[in-house]
């Protein structure tokens, strides 16, 4: 068995559209609605004459669940160029709350045009669209700190087993984790290359079902076509424009894999973790 590592680590699947996700999402827009639609009236359940603030809490959660959904859309399309290896850094927080910005502005701006074309403030306009900004930083701040603790409990108590079953169809095979040199999707399959010289083709049909199940310290996604493990790399070659190209040779088994500028650093740490 092999220990899971204790680092702050990111499961890029938790930004997946899935009902716990949108849960915990839709569940911290709805408080902050809440708290916004207070502050903005200037009164509390405590005040004395309090009434409750309806009015601006639909407002304020209508355009949050306009700008906490496009988050998520922008965050699940490009999560693998915002964060590039499992470990949270703050240059992939950095990325990731600058993709989330530019989005929300954009689809403030479309929204508020929409909404208010016929009595359009600046002033207004302006306001709204920093208490927007603020509750994409701080909605998307909480949620990565959720999935941060919820990958160091479960990291405590479950350790990555050193094989799989592998549906291949109308069987399924045990295959270790050491023997795999990398897979490779073509065509819509998804193939396991072996060191035993073996290429398994599987009943996956895209690289993030099987990258679910393998520990993300030991294998990597290079691309969109391929996942690597570590220990199969055998060189690095870097590019004239920044891009690394990386080295597979073993046995019957050779490939160049190309990996993108926005990833040669992490790949290079990944290898020498």
């Not at 302006?126 to 999935?147: K, P």
């Not at 479950?158 to 549906?167: A, E, G």
């Amino acid at each position: 068995m092999f220990a899971t590592p204790s680092r702050n680590q990111l499961n890029l699947h938790i930004f997946d559209y899935k009902f716990q996700t949108g849960l915990v999402r839709y569940s911290v827009i709805l408080v902050i609605s809440l708290v916004l639609a207070h502050l903005s009236r200037q009164q509390t359940p405590f005040t004395p004459s309090y009434s409750f603030p309806l009015s601006s809490l639909v407002n304020f959660l209508l355009f949050g669940l306009v700008v906490c959904t496009s988050s998520w859309v922008i965050t699940n399309t490009f999560k693998r160029r915002i964060f590039s290896t499992p470990e949270m850094r703050a240059a992939s927080i950095i990325r990731f709350l600058a993709y989330n910005l530019a989005g929300t502005v954009m689809v403030y701006t479309l929204l508020y045009t929409l909404l208010f074309h016929t009595s359009f403030n600046l002033i207004n306009f302006l306001t709204f669209l920093l208490v927007s900004l603020g509750v994409v930083v701080v909605e998307n701040l909480i949620y990565l700190l959720y999935t941060v603790l919820q990958h160091k409990a479960e990291g405590q108590t479950k350790d990555v087993p050193s094989s799989l079953m592998i549906p291949t169809g109308i069987k399924s095979l045990r295959v270790e984790l050491e023997n795999i040199l990398y897979a490779k999707i073509n065509k819509g399959l998804v193939t396991l290359y072996a060191k035993d010289r073996k290429a398994i083709t599987t009943q996956f049909s895209t690289l993030d079902e099987l990258e679910k199940i393998l520990p993300r310290d030991r294998f990597y996604r290079a691309n969109r076509q391929y996942l690597i493990h570590k220990n199969s790399v055998k060189q690095l070659i870097k590019t004239t424009n920044r891009k690394l190209v990386i080295q597979i040779n073993e046995g019957d088994f050779a490939e160049s894999i190309s990996v993108s500028r926005y990833k040669s650093k992490e790949v290079t740490e990944w290898l020498n973790q």
